[in-house]
């Protein structure tokens, strides 16, 4: 029998560590095999104790190589010109890519065949087969790098008093049933490549910058690092009416958080691009990539419709407190906004979802009103409806005047009338 290496065939003279590498390129590959006893040019040396060599190129094979590939290697004993040699057939693997243990998801790591060679694979080609073994869940994935900490979620989850760990990290998926770190694990470990971008700019424009910052590593770092930086821009603002002080923020607090969760949880982090806040005087912009899942169009998010791209990091989440329900974030941010004249505004495209929050104290200086009105436009939206008691309780003021200033509000359409008589009452102008 003549020998000759190919893509599909590769000759030994003995048994070396070197073999791993020529398994992995066949079984990310479409398979082929090994030779041992025969060298490079087809000369037949034979070789000797092939009993215990084949235990120690099981091994070697069994120990070193990731996923478990030994389910499509076979080792068989042949007689080639009356001596013994050792063939191994190796079929293609059904968890590529296959790689060595020791170096990772790497192109150190993984091979492929080129021609009669084992050569590392590209980072491209390594993505590519994750994506046909694994689907095209991003966060079931498994993760380029194998080397993560978790020294943020720890602390984030002993906190909350969940624990985490051990067997825990495959209960919450962040390694798959290999013990192998999955995207989800990379999206919460310290190593998370993926960053949030925040800019301060002066005035209504992208013009002239005041500050910005980039909030890296685990994504329950980054949540609590850009909420910190963005509330220090959410101003409390006081005005006075005699002696009574009354504080507002720019912002809801809740509708903050929520946008920040929104654009965190159901980002498509198979890009790479970047989350970004920016800040102006009057609004907030939260932009994310992915844009809405298929299927899902905007009205249904206004509604509170939610089909989850990361189902996984969502449960997590959820598991942690930091959302109460799927399809919530929407309405919560909407609720928190009731009764003011600039609502948050949505904007989808095919690859950005951006969500706009509106400075609460911003609108009201723009809209001219006096620092009674504002009142009575904010006890309105806290209680949905007033009536001329109400008013007069909050600014301390007569029957009369109560009555004048809710009839100034009326004929500006500021407010208007719902029932009549004695039931007459205030709600604010839809």
Known sequence: MQFTESSTLELKRQVVDDIRKTVIAFANSEGGTIYIGIDDDGTVVGVKDIGDEMLRL??????????????????????EKDKDIIKVTVQKGTECPYYLQNKGLRPEGVFVRQGASSVPATESSIRRMIMETDGDSYEKMRSLNQELTFDAAIEEFKVRGIPFGGNHLKTLHLVNEDGIYTNLGLLLSDQCTHIIKAAV?????????KDRREFTGSLLKQLNDAFAYISQYNRVRAEFTGLYRNDKKDYPDEALREALLNVLVHRDYAYSANTLISVFDDRIEFVSVGGLVKGINLSDIMLGVSATRNERLANIFYRLTLIEAYGTGVPKILNSYKGFAVQPEFETTDNAFKITLPNQNEQLQDSGLNSDEKRIIDLAARLGEIKRKDVEAELDVSQTMAGRILKSMVNKQLIETAGQGKKTAYVLKK
């Open 201 to 209: 700019f002066e005035g209504k424009e992208k013009a002239v910058f």
């Open 58 to 79: 099981s091994n070697i094979i069994r120990d070193a190589i990731k996923p478990d590939v030994t389910m499509f290697v076979s080792y068989v004993q042949e007689k």
